[in-house]
């Protein structure tokens, strides 16, 4: 299915049958890509499809068990990440790779430290990162400054310095918006444009498809290991068949309408003049049962601090928080747990599950204690109790003794909110709750909180993708620094108009 | 059959052989690479030892007094070890308690208990070890949990102080045990097994039901696991690490009463250096360091190889000095198993 264009005298890096065998599983089964010199070429696919894979091939941390890689029509062995590196195939990983001890210079040039003689040339190394930087639009960022204190869009901006020391002519960005807000992505976008324009070819992997469009010249999709689309341009291909071609059904990419919330619907969750030092202050608002409410902001607004400071899982300096009229001690996540307030993390992985053990017991975590009898655990019963949530929302593999580290992103948050509908919470706090998780499950998603919603939950929602929460919501809260500065109905507000109170409110 | 159904049928057929492939190596991995596996591993060891001794020792190794005395040589530690391994697998490290069972063993043998529990009851004594190690457990697990000290360092500081005292108690004299109930109590034999191995075995089944089948364990493997999802899902994360290092201070008061009843006197000296024992016996068990996982089965294997192990060198006139030579390797070669094991169940994902 490689597109035999005759014409494509650009070509850069072509993989071909490229096959990567795991114990347990086949991760590559013949992939074919087409890189040509200054292009932005998206990898598109579900999580699982091979894209991971697929980078640490051509990053060298793999070796393919066949196939064949041609650099400017040689075939190319990629033995390592060095070996990589020196034929100017640069990766940043999703997992931004920088040591947070040292300087940004320092992290520039780690393993090609400019050195004479064993000793570091500090001083070539500043200005030479001091250029590379200039060149990223991040003239402003000290080649001094320590990596750790820095937020994860500028850890990012130096993983791409790197990568630019190397004279690479391939840069792999793996989900690089996945941690920047509107803002940052627009001077990431600016960056890869202007890389392009000098012959550089980016290979760019994100879930999310409006990105695509603005970003992307072709798109490669992969579907279970496999390349099912290469070449494909971006301006004609429509989003309904990149759907289909992902998932191989027809998903509607669209969040399901819900009918209007009661008017009689009692308030179930009170937040009063909420504050927690350095983060946010005099936060109010209600959240009406089966009434979903979303919290619109930039990375670092607070609106992550908001949701864990609601749950106690940080203690608030001021302010209260009510579930159905009863005030909840402070500070005490025990405490917003037994009131049926449930929260979905924002790092799933960190903050959510335990990795290594089975699906079941991830779902039961915060309800094992309830089906024990004097102490003694009941784990016919927990199995029964995660077995009808697996069926029901479908999380596949439909396994739940696997251990929940074998999950794609999509179905680790479904365990999650899983575990909260086992433990019938009465208030859910999503934090990001599609980051990382392909189309097909976002949809699962989004109808799973409709349906909770329509059951009497009440939801609140923060996501950087403020199309989610407005889709999702009733009404909106924009949060900039650390204020509310809008609250009102999701359906007499754009996106627009969102981004524009976000800036008023940092300008003030 | 339309063209549809052909391809719909080819990839079927390539997705059930690939899960069949998948379910093969499942299988061997569920053989090697499970609990089971692991544990497999460590009765292997044990026979190979065993086997040393009868090639080296002959009689003298198989005889029912020279695995009697095994055992025996096991019980403290073991007990010891089970606490460890609670600790262990709920994220944490315990240093202290070979010291706190020196103090235990003190305190509860001074002439003011003894002389207490000659007027009362043997038992007072048991009750002053038990309290005297969970109090410095809980000093330990307070630290840790609400005082955000490092587990190494609070646990190092208790191990040095509680020696110390223990050596004030004592007055660097040791206090001989004179309360006969006491010791007809802990020095008999019940079906021919010494009562210290019966202790042993008590607190071992005991650990490995509280383990693995009560919300104490499970809550353990959550917190030792991922304390920050288990504080997220409504799990008291400090609290319960406390309990954990009560727990193992409570292990070191039961071992404090055995080395009483054994050596008949109390010392300052007791326990020395038996946490580092404890902490082989865990790691080599099959416990993770970083927690998440514990195997109650896996320690006790690991206890019962050290013991066998020092046992066959004792055996063969080997010196101390071997001895510890040979606990270094296997350690290491255990730890080593161990990351291997790990990177490959990670590698499939």
Not at chain 1, 63 to 73: A, F, K, S, T, V
Not at chain 1, 89 to 112: P, R, W
Not at chain 1, 181 to 209: C, K, M, P, W
Not at chain 2, 139 to 147: D, E, K, S
């Amino acid at each position: 299915m490689v597109d035999e264009d005759p014409t494509a005298a650009g070509v850069l890096l072509t993989m071909r049958g490229i096959v990567k065998q795991f114990p347990g599983a086949r991760a590559l089964d013949g992939v074919d890509l087409e890189i040509r010199a200054g292009e932005v070429h998206c990898l598109l696919g579900q999580n699982g499809a091979g894209k991971s894979t697929l980078i640490k091939v051509l990053a060298g941390a793999h070796q393919p068990d066949e196939g064949e890689i041609l650099l400017d029509g040689a075939p190319v062995r990629i033995g390592g990440p060095v070996q990589a590196l020196r034929l100017g195939v640069a990766t940043m990983y999703q997992e931004l790779d920088v040591v947070d001890g040292l300087s940004v210079a320092e992290n520039v040039f780690l393993g090609h430290e400019l050195a004479s003689g064993g000793f570091s040339q500090r001083r070539a190394a500043t200005a030479r990162t001091r250029s590379l930087l200039a060149r990223l639009g991040h003239a402003d960022l000290s080649p001094h400054r320590e990596v750790g204190r820095l937020s994860a869009a500028g850890k990012q901006v130096v993983s791409m310095a790197r990568a630019l020391s190397h004279d690479a002519r391939v840069i792999v960005m793996d989900e690089p918006s996945a941690v920047l807000d509107a803002e940052e992505v627009a001077n990431l976008f600016r960056v890869v444009r202007d890389l392009t324009a000098q012959g550089v070819a980016v290979v760019y992997i994100s879930h999310r498809l409006e990105e695509i469009r603005q970003i992307g010249d072709r798109i490669t999709v992969l579907k279970d290991g496999r390349t099912v689309a290469s070449g494909l341009p971006v301006a004609t291909t429509s989003t309904d068949e990149l759907i289909r071609l992902m998932t191989g059904r027809s998903v509607e990419y669209a969040i399901p309408r819900r009918p209007p919330v009661a008017d009689d619907a009692a308030t179930v969750l009170h937040v009063e003049g909420l504050a927690l030092r350095g983060a946010f202050e005099g936060v109010s608002f209600d959240v009406r049962a089966g009434e979903v409410v979303g919290l619109a902001g930039l990375v670092g607004s607070g609106r992550s601090e908001i949701l864990e400071t609601v749950f106690g899982a940080r203690r608030a300096s001021a302010g209260t928080v009510s579930v159905d009229g009863t005030e909840l001690r402070a500070g005490s996540v025990g405490a917003a747990v037994r009131a049926g307030i449930g929260l979905c993390p924002e790092e799933r992985k960190s903050q959510g599950l335990l990795l290594d053990e089975p699906v079941y017991r991830n779902i039961t975590l915060s309800t094992f204690a309830r089906t024990a009898t004097a102490g003694f655990l009941d784990e016919p019963a927990e199995r029964r109790v995660a077995d009808e949530q697996v069926q029901a929302l479908d999380v596949r593999p439909a396994d739940p003794g696997r251990a929940a580290r074998t999950l794609s992103g999509g179905n680790q948050q479904k365990v999650l909110l899983a575990r909260w509908l086992v433990h019938g919470c009465r208030v859910l706090l999503l934090d990001e709750p599609t980051r990382g998780v392909d189309v097909g499950a976002r949809a699962e998603i989004y109808a799973l909180v409709a349906r909770l919603a329509a059951s009497g939950v009440a939801v609140v929602v923060v996501s950087s993708e403020i199309e989610e929460v407005l889709g999702l919501a009733d009404r909106v809260l924009v949060v900039s620094e650390g204020r509310v500065v809008h609250e009102g109905p999701a359906s007499q507000i754009d996106e627009h108009r969102v981004l524009d109170l976000v800036m008023e409110g940092s300008a003030a | 059959m339309s063209e549809q159904d052909v391809r719909a049928q080819v990839p079927a057929a390539d997705e059930s052989a690939r899960v069949e492939d998948e379910a093969r190596t499942g299988a061997r991995r569920g053989v090697l690479h499970g609990a089971t596996g692991r544990n497999l591993g460590l009765v292997i060891a044990l026979v190979l030892l065993c086997a040393v001794g009868v090639a080296t020792a002959g009689d003298r190794f198989v005889s029912t007094s020279n695995i009697l005395t095994i055992l025996r040589l096991a019980a403290v530690i073991g007990v010891l070890s089970i606490g460890m391994t609670f600790v262990i697998t709920g994220g944490g490290i315990d240093l202290s308690v070979g010291s706190v069972l020196g103090l235990a063993s003190v305190w509860a043998s001074t002439v003011a208990t003894q002389t207490m529990a000659k007027d009362t009851h043997w038992v007072v004594m048991v009750g002053c070890a038990l309290l005297v190690g969970v109090a410095a457990g809980l000093v330990n697990g307070v630290l840790i949990a609400y005082g955000k000290v490092v587990a190494f360092i609070a646990t190092l500081a208790m191990m040095v102080s509680a020696r110390g005292l223990a050596e004030i108690i004592a007055n660097r004299q040791t206090q001989v045990v004179s309360v006969q109930g006491f010791l007809d109590f802990f020095r008999a034999d019940v079906l021919g097994v010494p009562m210290l191995v019966w202790i042993f075995a008590v607190v071992a089944v005991a650990g490995w039901v509280v383990l693995n089948r009560t919300t104490f364990g499970r809550r353990t493997i959550a917190v030792g696991g991922n304390p920050e999802a288990a504080r997220l899902a409504g799990i008291d994360v400090r609290r319960h690490t406390m309990y954990l290092y009560a727990l193992a201070g409570l292990t070191a008061g039961i071992g404090a009463v055995m080395m009483l009843g054994r050596t008949t006197a109390g010392s300052s000296t007791n326990g020395m250096y038996y946490e580092l024992d404890a902490i082989a016996a865990v790691v080599v068990g099959g416990t993770l360091l970083s927690g998440g996982r514990g195997t109650i089965v896996g320690t006790v294997l690991g206890v019962l190889i050290f013991s066998t192990l020092t046992n066959v060198f004792t055996q063969n006139n080997l010196s101390i000095s071997a001895q510890a030579v040979a606990k270094g390797v296997i350690i290491v070669a255990a730890v080593l198993l161990q990351q291997r094991i790990a990177e490959r169940s990670r590698a499939g994902t």
